[in-house]
């Protein structure tokens, strides 16, 4: 697996996004299964494993601490601070980034995750409430203290990457970004890359749309969060599909997976991406990984950029609440 650097921080080109593997997408997977497969992605040559204390809540952080321990010298671990919660754990609704709950929560991450150190702590979403010179700060202060070794930020608007940088020097910056989210090219991608600032994307296979496997007729568990997003509705699946026919017909001119072209796609916009599929398959996880070793040349990028920018998009991609909670 080939390297990249986040800023001054080297991880593998693809990391591994483990939400689903709790949290998201269904009920939670086995345990020992997940445990196997995060273990297996080592084996495989990834090195970035991503979480947050919201999945599940904490359970996440749990199972990605107990599969990274015996391989703790080999792995980057990031994590997320952010979100609401009672004293029993519970999630409650909205944001929380004040600097004292910042504090808490991270003593909280270091020992579920089983680590002395946070490789790369994100803040999972921006707090209006809370200045975020305060919130990169309280993170500053943890970076001295050694609990942390560098600041991350999650669907950050620029205003906020800049002012936050000027605290305390950003690292990278997850965001959603695929074939069927480019938003982040208008302004986000111009202002890190002249920041330094990294960039990983999450949901880079478009929660599982850009794989192929998903259509109008598809059902989701009663617990899978895309029965609430409207870019999911049986109607906006079938839209969408023109996207996903793209993918499919330069997967098939080069032999390989839509999945690994999304991906291959993604890899190719800037030598500083580095995206996190996620998945609770041995054999998926295997397709994605392949995604790193497709050529994709300058007229392959250009023939998709020139035949997705004639495709209309239907649907939002986060319901009405959780699109509040965006920073742009």
């Given amino acids: 697996m080939q390297k990249r650097k986040l ?5 593998s080109a693809l990391g591994l996004g483990c939400m ?21 992605a080592v084996d495989r040559g990834v090195t970035f494993f991503d979480t947050a204390q919201v999945y599940g809540p904490f359970t996440n952080e749990e199972l990605v601490g107990e599969a990274l321990a015996p391989v703790r010298d080999r792995v980057v671990i990031a994590t997320k601070f952010g979100f609401n919660f009672d004293e029993n754990g519970k999630q409650l609704p909205g944001l929380d980034s004040r600097p004292e709950t910042i504090r808490r929560g991270v003593d909280g991450s270091l020992r579920r995750l089983r680590v002395e150190s946070i490789d790369l702590l994100y803040q999972h979403r921006v707090d209006p409430n809370v200045p975020i010179e305060d919130v990169a700060g309280a993170v500053k202060e943890l970076i001295g203290q050694g609990k942390v070794k560098h600041f991350g930020m999650s669907e950050a608007g620029v205003k906020n990457i800049r002012r936050a940088h000027a605290m305390q020097a950003v690292t990278a910056l997850q965001s959603e970004y695929s074939i069927w989210w480019r938003e982040p090219e208008d302004e986000i991608l111009p202002t890190i890359e002249e920041l330094g600032i990294g960039f990983v994307p999450f949901s880079p296979l478009g929660k599982g749309f850009l794989t192929g496997k998903i259509d109008e007729t598809t059902t989701f568990d009663s617990s899978d969060f895309r029965n609430t997003v409207p870019r999911f509705t049986p109607e906006n699946r079938k839209a969408n599909q023109t996207v996903v026919d793209l993918v499919k017909r ?32 041995l054999h998926r996880l295997e397709e994605n990984l392949g995604g790193a070793d ?28 959780a699109q509040k909670m965006i920073d742009r």
């Fill in 20 to 40: 689903g593997m709790s949290y998201g997408f269904g009920p939670a997977a086995d345990k020992q299964e997940m445990i196997a497969l995060i273990r297996g």
């Fill in 294 to 321: 497709v050529s994709m040349s300058a007229d392959d990028v250009r023939e998709i950029d020139e035949a997705s920018s004639h495709i209309d998009v239907h649907g939002a991609r986060y319901s009405a609440g």
């Fill in 7 to 11: 800023g001054d921080l080297e991880v």
């Fill in 250 to 281: 330069i997967a098939a001119e080069k032999n390989v997976t839509p999945a690994q072209i999304a991906l291959a796609w993604l890899l190719a916009q800037k030598p500083w991406i580095v995206p996190i599929p996620g998945t609770t398959k």
